[in-house]
Nanobody
Framework: QVQLVESGGGLVQAGGSLRLSCAVR????????MAWFRQAPGKEREFVGS????????YYADSVKGRFTMSKDYAANMVYLQLNSLAPEDAAVYYC????????????????????WGQGTQVTVSS
């Protein structure tokens, strides 16, 4: 059973940066499509970005495009999310997710198809 463990969240000033990490344990990263989602208090879980098994075709939500960058380290079995130019509206709990399914461009942005989730890491942005 694969386990996902996020880290790297914290408090940052608006305009600052953070790098979130997701450790993939119990299986090989190459077996999964990986994604990042976030959830702010009182809001639904929101898609941030996703990449396929080969690490090609990385898709981002319009709200983070150009500011956030997703990457993988296959040797370390790690997935990263670099957050730049953070704004107060980026504050949320960020979740790493994985699926063994092959998803379409439409379904990859929804939470339901992802079978595995981390516990989340909190990102707080002060204005």
């Amino acid at each position: 059973q694969v386990q996902l463990v996020e880290s790297g969240g914290g408090l940052v000033q608006a305009g600052g940066s953070l790098r979130l990490s997701c450790a993939v344990r119990g299986d090989t990263l190459r077996q999964y499509r990986m994604a990042w989602f976030r959830q702010a208090p009182g809001k639904e879980r929101e898609f941030v970005g996703s990449t396929n098994r080969a690490g090609l075709g990385i898709y981002y939500a319009d709200s983070v495009k150009g500011r956030f960058t997703m990457s993988k380290d296959y040797a370390a079995n790690m997935v990263y999310l670099q957050l730049n130019s953070l704004a107060p509206e980026d504050a949320a709990v960020y979740y790493c997710a994985a699926t063994s399914k092959f998803l379409t461009t439409a379904t990859m942005t929804t939470a339901a198809p992802y079978e595995h989730w981390g516990q989340g890491t909190q990102v707080t942005v002060s204005s």
